[in-house]
Nanobody, 126 residues
Framework: QVQLAESGGGLVQAGGSLRLSCAAS????????MGWFRQAPGKEREFVAA????????YYADSVKGRFIISRDNAQNTVYLHMSSLKPEDTAVYYC???????????????????WGQGTQVTVSS
């Protein structure tokens, strides 16, 4: 059973930075694709970034490309989302998710991810 726990959210001014972490339980973390999604009030959950099992491939939503970086440490069972140049429109609850299906390549659709964390709030003030 996969359990995910996000941390690192908070309140930051526009232009600032935050690093989100997602700690995962399970012995086969290195076999999971990992993703970050976000959901703003009144909006649907949207894809932010994804990283392949080995970390060799990363994917980003156009809205965050060049500002966010996803990375992982398979030895620590942790995936990170480094966010910089934050904008008020980045305000949302951020969720990490795991795709343990083994299907290649990494996917960006939320339905591909079977396991989700509880989310961490990120608020960017203008």
């Amino acid at each position: 059973q996969v359990q995910l726990a996000e941390s690192g959210g908070g309140l930051v001014q526009a232009g600032g930075s935050l690093r989100l972490s997602c700690a995962a339980s399970g012995r086969t973390f290195s076999r999971w694709h990992m993703g970050w999604f976000r959901q703003a009030p009144g909006k649907e959950r949207e894809f932010v970034a994804a990283i392949s099992m080995s970390g060799g491939n990363t994917y980003y939503a156009d809205s965050v490309k060049g500002r966010f970086i996803i990375s992982r440490d398979n030895a620590q069972n942790t995936v990170y989302l480094h966010m910089s140049s934050l904008k008020p429109e980045d305000t949302a609850v951020y969720y990490c998710a795991a795709d343990s299906s083994g299907i290649e390549p990494v996917r960006v659709a939320a339905k591909a991810y079977a396991s989700w964390g509880q989310g961490t709030q990120v608020t960017v003030s203008s």
